[in-house]
């Protein structure tokens, strides 16, 4: 198997606030390979744009991160991300690290011209480019998203939204990053364009060797495009895997509701997570889902449950599994650990997102 | 005036009895001014009337749920607004309970104000951030002047609250919109909008700005509100899972014209109109069982304001037939893809053989004369066309702009394309479905809709 393009081990990524740390990405571990698209999804607050900025060290300077974020260029040594200099970090991105926002029109200057947006992006992380290199790079790269020649002179606010989020990856890609990280690329955009714009993503790893992190939480979106899939939780990685595996026989309590709370064209019931992903200052002890899971046990609210590797290839970090694969295990629940946990407290809409 | 289609209670808001026409509009028209300025200048061309509603008939019946659906742009706030007095139409009526309401003036608006409730999209934008939650709930309460004293009030938002889940009352009606979550400011602005009794709820979007987790608990109640007060709703989404879910008629809009409409369950079972067709396929599927690669319509909604001839999908539609609409720009379209496949240097020399390819981008014209480039002559011009016209005949899929073209020929130092004279579609019933649709290829045979 070929090496991973990004490492990242036991990542910390904390905010400082009055009420202290609020731990945004709290030990979270994963690979992406060349050319792989990892979808990143859980409801807002969990971590994902945190752990998506982490990876890419673009984290605010009130954050303290820790851990390891390992970006191997290819036939590299690979170099540990975390704390490095701004500078440094700087200087690798364009070339080896991307970023595609939401909502581009907040990302592109409306004073400068698309032509100007690419030779600045080019001139600064690509010297003793020449005018006419600039040119043909940008066109290129625009030309494989579908923006013609005659739009190098617009200015952004000229463009729909969907072309506008078309030259945000024209832009990323014009430096060949081996890595990028696109954070809710489409929820601004209607369907069709949406479909447009995961088509191009999903293409992305046919043509190129980029790797893409995709956070979404748009379930079908990941099922779609992804490789394989993150599913966070307050902070951790509660389960990943082979995105068409996680989605056909999710393991983890938490992707299930997940699953069973979205709203797609075979919902026929309403079904919803009671309560909210919990405030990060002071998370649940033990299982950080046990005050919503309708399957927890009396252990979990003490005990973080460990990660399992399942057979398939899934982690997960849930005592269910954990039992079942060494049913030893269950003697660290303590005392009655298995018993279901006394009816889950009744969750009022005071606890509502 | 063509047939209501026959309302099957379908979706879920179906529970309760649909009965007799609540609010009907005929032929509702709201054109926007001429766009002046700054605005007109960027976005090009002449600077028109933005025909965010363009000829529109439908029924709704007191406790149906009616699904206003399509991209954005394509008049769904503007018509839902319209259909309770909020924005005036231009032309064209709505009658509410048998009363024209586009006659009257804010006087007489005013006593059907409170039977007639908006939710916007955004809970944030929707609430003073200066004012309690009692305050702003109760708002409605003191326009209409419909409680004696604040015994009342208070005792009428503290139902309000309870109505729409947010319990204990106390603990909220002195908290102010910042002190809330997402869900639970829609909460609130659902409380203000059932405040006053309304007959008819018409909800903008009112899921979309919210949480994935939070979007169902919504939905949920919007539908206990429903049942619990008798309510109407008109749902303006563009989320067609969520509509499909929820509603027991749809419409199906596109630029400012309603294309499909009909029973919730067979609109989705059977899609007649190709535009519902591509909505349906563009939903991305979470079950990896049903997902299947697809074809997806090229482009972007168009702006209303300068919308294409005939039928306005036509420039997206993979199904297109000679009297869709086809015009010059469809061409310069056309000629602009096939040169972004090409190579830089393969692409300059085609273009060189058109003076000026922007030239094709004005819109509403059903015939045009190409100048060719210098050094090249109108039949250079001509034999480039039909060899592109001869390569997409045995290209799949089939490019549908080549049905548009009549004839191709030279005339005075030009290149003249002339198109198909455009048709535009009309809605019509198809037998035994209940569902209305505006395509061409969709017409009962023998039929001549259209202008
Ligand atoms: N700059 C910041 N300072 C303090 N807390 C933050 C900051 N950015 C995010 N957070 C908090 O970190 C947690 C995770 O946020 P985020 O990474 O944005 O999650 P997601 O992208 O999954 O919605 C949330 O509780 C959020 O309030
Ligand atoms: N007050 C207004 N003045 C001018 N144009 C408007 C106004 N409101 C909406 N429009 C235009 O009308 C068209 C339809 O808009 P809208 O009803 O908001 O569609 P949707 O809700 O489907 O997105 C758009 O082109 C929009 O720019
Ligand atoms: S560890 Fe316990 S509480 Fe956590 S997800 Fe598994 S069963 Fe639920
Ligand atoms: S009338 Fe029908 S076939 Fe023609 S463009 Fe419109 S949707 Fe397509
Ligand atoms: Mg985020
Ligand atoms: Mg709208």
């Known amino acids: 198997m070929t090496e991973p393009v990004l490492s990242v081990r036991d990542l910390r990524v904390w905010y400082g606030t009055d009420r202290g740390p609020v731990r945004a990405v709290d030990g979270v571990t994963f690979d992406v390979r060349p050319g792989e698209t990892l979808g990143l999804v859980g409801e807002s607050g969990c971590g994902k744009s945190t752990l998506g900025r982490g990876v890419l060290g673009l984290t605010p300077a009130a954050a303290a991160v820790d851990g390891e974020v390992v970006l191997r260029s290819t036939g590299g040594a690979g170099r540990n991300l975390v704390g490095l200099p701004a500078k440094e970090i700087q200087r690798l991105r364009g070339p080896e690290l991307g970023l595609i926002f939401q909502e581009p029109m907040t990302r592109l200057n409306p004073l400068m011209r698309i032509s100007q947006h690419f030779e600045e992006a080019l001139r600064s992380h690509e010297k003793g480019l020449s005018k006419q290199e600039i040119r043909t790079r940008a066109l290129e790269s625009l030309r494989g998203m579908g923006i013609p020649e005659s739009r190098y002179r617009s200015y952004p606010h000229e463009f729909s939204g969907g072309m506008r989020q078309r030259i945000m990856i024209a832009l990323a890609l014009v430096l060949r990053p081996a890595f990028i990280v696109a954070d809710e690329p489409t929820t601004a955009l209607d369907v069709l364009v949406e479909a447009q714009i995961i088509k191009i993503l999903a293409d992305l790893r046919k043509n190129f060797d980029t790797s893409l992190v995709l956070i979404t939480h748009n379930l079908g979106i990941v099922a779609e495009a992804c490789d394989r899939v993150a599913v966070m939780y307050a902070g951790h990685i509660v389960e990943q895997g082979d995105a068409r595996e996680v989605f056909a026989n999710p393991q983890h309590p938490y992707t299930r509701e997940l699953l069973r709370s979205t709203i797609s064209l075979s919902t026929t019931g309403l079904h919803y997570i009671p309560g909210s992903p919990p405030d990060l200052v002071e998370p649940p002890q033990g299982c950080r889902f046990h005050p919503r899971c309708p399957v927890a046990m009396r252990g979990c609210a003490t005990v973080e449950p460990p990660e399992v590797v399942l057979p398939t290839g899934v982690v997960s970090a849930c005592w269910q599994q954990a039992i079942e ?15 279901p946990l006394a009816a889950v407290e009744e969750i009022s809409v005071a606890d509502e997102a | 005036m063509l047939t209501k289609p026959d309302i099957e209670p379908s979706g879920e ?33 002449p600077a028109g009337a933005v025909r965010a509603v363009d000829g529109i008939d439908l029924t709704l019946r007191k406790g149906e749920v009616l699904g206003l659906v399509g991209e954005s742009g394509s ?30 003036g804010e006087r007489g608006l005013r006593p059907l104000r409170r039977r007639l409730q908006m939710v916007f999209q955004d809970p944030h934008a929707s609430l003073n951030p200066a004012m309690d939650i009692r305050t702003a709930v109760g708002h409605p309460l003191r326009i209409h ?63 979309s700005m919210l949480d994935m987790s939070v979007r169902a608990k919504i939905l949920q109640l919007m539908l206990d509100l429903k049942r619990d007060l008798d309510l109407t709703y008109v749902y303006v989404t563009h989320d067609l899972a969520s509509a499909k879910f929820f509603c027991d008629t749809i419409a199906i809009m596109y ?6 409409y009909g029973p919730t369950e067979q609109v989705f079972a059977d899609p007649q109109h190709p535009y519902t067709e591509a909505l349906l396929a563009a939903i991305p599927e979470p079950d990896p069982e049903r997902a299947l690669p697809r074809e997806l ?50 692409a300059s020399r085609e273009k060189s053989l058109f003076a000026d390819v922007e030239s094709l981008a004005a819109d509403g014209q059903s015939s045009v004369a190409i100048a060719p480039g210098r050094g090249h002559t109108p039949e250079d011009v001509l034999e480039y066309l039909r060899h592109l016209r001869e390569e997409a005949s045995e290209a799949e899929p089939r490019e549908p702009f080549w049905h548009g073209v009549v004839t191709m020929h030279a005339e005075n130092g030009r290149a003249v394309v002339e198109f198909a004279p455009p048709r535009d579609p009309r809605l019509s019933l198809i ?12 017409e009962p045979v023998g039929s001549t809709t259209g202008t």
């Open chain 2, 145 to 207: 002047n419909l409680v004696a004293d604040d015994r009342e009030y208070e005792a009428r938002v503290v139902d309000a609250l309870e109505r729409v889940g947010l319990t204990p009352p106390e603990r909220y009606l002195g908290k102010f919109p910042g002190d809330l979550s997402g869900g639970q400011k829609q909460r609130a602005v659902l409380a203000r909008a059932i405040i006053a009794e309304p007959e008819l709820l018409v909800a903008d979007e009112p899921i």
């Open chain 1, 325 to 339: 694969a060494e049913p030893s295990l269950v003697d660290e629940l303590g005392p009655g650990g298995r018993e």
């Open chain 2, 75 to 104: 008049g769904k706030t503007t018509l839902g607004r319209t259909l309770i007095g909020l924005t005036k139409a231009t032309a064209g009526s709505v009658s509410y309970r048998g009363q024209d309401i586009t006659a009257l």
């Open chain 2, 255 to 260: 630029l400012g014209r309603i294309v499909e």
């Open chain 2, 297 to 346: 319509p090229r482009g972007e909604i168009p702006d209303a304001a300068r919308p294409p001839m005939g039928c306005a999908f036509h420039p997206r539609c993979p199904v297109a037939v000679a009297a869709c609409g086809w015009e010059a720009r469809d061409l310069r379209t056309l000629l602009e893809n096939r040169w972004l496949e090409l190579a830089p240097e393969a």
């Open chain 2, 431 to 442: 037998p035994a479905t209940g569902v209305q649709v505006a395509c061409h290829l969709r």
């Open chain 2, 13 to 45: 808001g179906a529970a309760a009895q649909v009965g007799e026409p609540l609010v009907e509009a005929t032929g509702l028209e709201v054109h926007f001014g001429l766009r002046g300025g700054l605005f007109s200048r960027f976005s090009g061309g």
